[in-house]
């Protein structure tokens, strides 16, 4: 029979990312951003069975039953804690745990580009961490609201689906709720949320449009909102915001939005050029009165150009520039930054210090070690 938390501490020592359970396979890691086999024994579809509801309550397995899938967070004490996904496919479960460390990094301990402690120190407004599935948002979000724990006498709100790091009060005092177990939903949580008195709200994920309306409208009365959308960059995240609007809506969203938001942060994960697990690769916009014409005009396709040539003054970057910067620093490996650009074309002539003109090379620094 399988030992789940044996397996889950494995995973940890060998400094994997993620724990893949299927019917018929071994455990799977995904280790340096690649799927590898382990020695355990293959899963009966009995085996899986257990060893995922040994993680659940009641409730949990009762809402698994009834959906077929679900998600929730699992603690090994002393290793780490785990994002969990449990699903049905063809009629069989299957699991992805996804582990997440039990101390809460720094942004020092990121060392990510050092823009990001003067966004977190933004008294209002929407900041917005966006990337694909597994790119490491929540990371880089834990490192923000860290920062604030660690310099400001403030109450931050969490509404996560699950909660993923734990944060322990610093100078902030933090209260995080996560969905299913302190509320019903993130449209529900945030209803309530601005009687609670919070100077900044965590929102986990953007999914619906009351939610972006009821954080939009935190961001404009004063408070500091955080939240992550599943796009690629700067420009589909705007758009896709003011597309969930009904059409009679968008221009007077686009007005609020271009008021409110203060940056929005995309990244991806890139393997590193030794081998030892991936880092971060960021574009960054800060909202400048530049940008905040192009939204309130709908002219978003500007804004990639404005970002390429706003490094010096206000610290912005494209993906390419980022990619280009660890590429020079020897991080990750040409063919492995050109795959991970939304433009490849531009990222080689960026590559060969050909920019747009005003632009600059830029880009992020050293980087922290990331699964």
Do not use: W
């Not at 069975?49 to 409730?59: D, F, I, L």
């Not at 734990?166 to 945030?190: C, H, K, M, P």
């Amino acid at each position: 029979m399988l030992n789940i938390d044996e397996v889950l501490r494995t995973l940890a020592q060998r400094k994997g990312s993620d724990l893949h359970l299927k019917v018929g396979r071994p455990p799977l890691f995904r280790i340096g951003g690649k799927m590898v086999p382990t020695e355990f024994e293959p899963l009966s579809e009995e085996d899986l069975k257990t060893a995922v509801y040994s993680m659940m309550n009641e409730s949990q397995i009762q809402q698994f039953e009834l959906h077929r899938e679900l998600d929730m967070s699992y603690t090994l004490e002393r290793v780490a804690r785990f994002r969990v996904n449990v699903f049905q496919q063809r009629g069989q479960m299957g699991a992805v745990m996804r582990i997440v460390p039990l101390r809460v990094p720094s942004l020092d301990d990121l060392r990510l580009p050092a823009v990001l402690k003067d966004i977190a120190s933004k008294p209002q407004g929407l900041i917005l961490v966006t990337g694909p599935t597994g790119s490491g948002k929540s990371t880089t979000l834990a490192g923000m609201i860290q920062h604030i724990n660690l310099n400001r006498q403030c109450h931050v709100m969490t509404v996560e689906d699950p909660i993923e790091f734990s944060y322990t009060d610093e100078n902030s005092v933090i209260n995080q709720r996560e969905l299913g177990l302190d509320t019903e939903s993130f449209g529900e949580a945030l209803k309530h949320v601005l009687r609670q008195d919070p100077d900044v709200i965590l929102v986990g994920e953007m999914r619906d449009l009351v939610t972006i309306s009821t954080a939009i409208t935190a961001a404009e009365t004063g408070h500091l909102v955080f939240s992550t959308l599943h796009t690629i960059d700067s420009t589909q995240s705007v758009d896709r915001i003011i597309d969930s609007f009904p059409s009679e809506q968008q221009q007077q969203i686009r007005l609020q939005l271009s008021m409110c938001l203060q940056a929005v942060i995309s990244q991806r994960l890139v393997r590193r050029a030794d081998g030892t697990g991936r880092l971060p690769a960021m574009e960054i916009m800060i909202n400048s009165p530049t940008v905040r014409k192009f939204i309130e005009e709908g002219k978003t396709g500007s804004i990639h150009k404005t970002i390429e040539q706003s490094v010096t003054h206000y610290r912005m970057q494209t993906l390419n520039q980022a990619l280009v910067a660890l590429c020079k620093q020897g991080y990750v490996s040409f063919d492995d930054a050109l795959a991970a650009s939304n433009n490849p074309d531009e990222f080689k002539l960026n590559y060969r210090g050909i920019f747009s003109s005003g632009a600059a090379a830029g880009g992020q620094s050293t980087q922290r070690k990331t699964s």
